[in-house]
């Protein structure tokens, strides 16, 4: 680096967002993704014995997809080469190809090209790299934040290793916070300002894992601080809310308000109330809690509180988790509303729920009560001499495959532990049981 490029790049720095500015440099500055550039971790392994393959990085927005090119840009022997799909085409991948060559030729050095959104390249773009990924002529790094499996080509995405990069927890955020708040080279430090907790804390929820989200709106709250005179130079909640444009809605994803939020939403599932429950459900997403536990709660729900009487409702909560997976914050929200307003409507039973519990309380009364022989797995001789499987009436021959036989051990024939309500499906399944039941007959108990 020549003098010139020193001055420039001394400027630019001082002109860069604080996101840009406190983008980690090496492994040891990288906060999160430890799965992959921890110890013996995937990525670290690959740069530390300078073995870079081509990979698709896909992770959300603000996670450390580019971060992690830049590093390994810097830690490897590599040419590098950085374009972005967005303002790149054929033209400029035939340059990228020819520098490449120029490297491997005159300087026998690898070429690693790392395209940022590599999803809006189309499929005549994504074609002209496959030869050269190849044959080793270049190693790419894509990055994307749309599933490859359907943005990336397949024969593209069989020659790359695909890279899940999380979104970075709260914790995390706090961290880099912190870091920046004292860093007086690229940081704030050398502005005297300091972040209160709660300002920290709403940052690093809200942020929803893009650390690039909350760097941007601290370094806006900073400029507020810094603007007033004869203050002191603390960065309060109420700054942090009027960088973001949102105000912080009292939560806390680890302490009472949590539990008290997510029992309003459960129990205006339950209670058939659409509008209270896409209210509660938008408070917590709002206020930062993860998604994801929101849609595992309706899964759960989907079989406690709706069960059989609507057997749907299972496949619509983990469709919005799957949809919500997908596409992210905050588009994938609205597939979990719907998942709420239907689980809300649908019709609810608890059967399954006392079916459990029934079943689990007769298992701690009896114990491990011995199969009957008739339906024991008769897979040698020995066991069908010893009777495994003699008696078993097979079902499908039987006219509308069904055969009155027993299946509970003896000790607990005549058992009811799943009885159907008189609602939704639950009522076709009853009819069906007491058809059966009648075709069966009394049994000992006289059931």
């Known amino acids: 680096m020549d003098l010139f490029e020193y001055q420039a790049n001394k400027v630019l720095g001082n002109t860069q967002p ?34 870079i393959f081509s990979m698709i990085l896909w992770g959300p927005p603000g996670c ?18 950085q374009i972005s799909a ?34 809006r390249f189309n499929k005549s773009q994504q074609d002209a790299f496959l030869h050269h990924v190849e044959s080793g002529l270049i190693t790419l790094i894509g990055a994307t934040t749309e599933n490859p499996s359907f943005e990336v080509i397949p024969a593209l995405l069989s020659r790359c290793r695909v890279v899940v990069i999380e979104p970075l927890s709260p914790a995390h955020i706090r961290e880099i916070l912190a870091r920046t708040m004292n860093d007086r080279e690229r940081g704030l430090g050398s502005m005297g300002v300091s972040l209160a907790i709660d300002a920290s804390e709403h940052l690093s929820n809200i942020a929803d894992g893009d650390v690039r989200c909350a760097l941007n709106a601290l370094e806006i709250a900073a400029s507020l601080v810094t603007s007033r005179d004869g203050e002191e130079l603390r960065i309060q909640l109420p700054d942090v809310e009027k960088a973001l444009q949102r105000k912080a809605l009292r939560y806390d994803k680890n302490g009472e308000e949590h539990y008290n939020i997510i029992s309003a939403f459960h129990k205006s599932l339950r209670g058939s109330d659409p509008d209270a429950a896409v209210y509660w459900l938008k408070r917590m997403l709002t206020a930062g809690e993860d998604p994801m536990y929101v849609a595992r709660r309706m899964v759960r729900f989907a079989s406690e509180d709706v069960g ?37 409507t649908a019709p ?19 114990g491990a009560l011995a199969v009957p022989f008739h339906i024991r797995n008769a897979p040698t001789r020995l066991m069908k001499d010893l009777g495994y499987g003699q008696g078993y009436r097979y079902a499908h021959d039987a006219e509308n495959a069904y055969i009155p036989q027993r299946y509970l051990p003896k000790e ?14 639950e009522r076709t399944i009853q009819q069906r049981l007491d058809k059966w039941r009648d075709m069966r007959g009394p049994d000992d108990n006289g059931k």
């Open 348 to 366: 609810k039973s608890n059967r399954l729920y006392m079916a459990e519990k029934e079943v689990d309380r007769a298992i701690g009364k009896t």
């Open 412 to 425: 607990l024939e005549g058992a009811r532990f799943y009885t159907p309500s008189d609602r939704g499906y």
């Open 18 to 51: 604080l996101a840009e500015r406190m983008r980690p440099r090496n492994l040891a500055e990288f906060v999160g993704q430890q799965q992959i550039v921890g110890n013996d971790g995937l990525i670290r392994n690959a740069i530390e014995r300078d073995r």
């Open 64 to 81: 450390g997809k580019t971060t992690l090119a830049t590093i390994i840009a810097n830690e490897t022997r590599s040419h590098f080469i």
């Open 86 to 119: 967005v303002l790149s085409g054929i033209k400029e991948i035939r340059e990228v190809i020819e520098d490449a060559r120029r490297q491997q030729t005159l300087h026998q050095r690898k070429t690693i090209l790392f395209v940022d959104e590599i999803h």
């Open 308 to 344: 059989n009487a609507d057997p749907y409702a299972l496949q619509v909560a983990l469709g919005a988790a799957e949809a919500f997976r997908f596409l992210g914050h905050p588009e994938g929200d609205l597939a979990l509303l719907q998942a709420a307003v239907y689980l809300a």
